[in-house]
């Protein structure tokens, strides 16, 4: 089974950026596609990127396309979510998650996850 660890969160401005990590343990990573999920309070776990497996595509949420980039290194077992021009709406517990297959953009279609990691944007 694959074990995931993201990492890279934190407070910043409006406008600022962060890069978001996600180390995985196991064989399977490299054949997995991979998937940025957020959770904002109050609110229900929502897509925001994936990438295939061997990185070769990708698909956005509207609302962070052109913000957000997903990207992946297999020889590092990591996958990674580098965001620009942050906006408050942005806040909220971003979570890794992994799954066979083609790339989905639903909770339920994700196999395995993250514990997750706090991105706060002020204004």
């Known amino acids: 089974q694959v074990q995931l660890v993201e990492s890279g969160g934190g407070l910043v401005q409006a406008g600022g950026s962060l890069r978001l990590s996600c180390a995985a343990s196991?064989?399977?990573?490299?054949?997995?596609?991979m998937g940025w999920f957020r959770q904002a309070p109050g609110k229900e776990r929502e897509f925001v990127a994936a990438?295939?497996?061997?990185?070769?595509?990708?698909y956005y949420a509207d609302s962070v396309k052109g913000r957000f980039t997903i990207s992946r290194d297999n020889a590092k077992n990591t996958v990674y979510l580098q965001m620009n021009s942050l906006k408050p709406e942005d806040t909220a517990v971003y979570y890794c998650a992994g799954k066979f297959g083609v790339i989905r953009t639903t909770v339920d279609m994700y196999d395995y996850w993250g514990q997750g990691t706090q991105v706060t944007v002020s204004s």
């Open positions: 196991g064989r399977t990573f490299g054949s997995s596609t």
């Open positions: 990438i295939t497996w061997s990185g070769g595509s990708t």
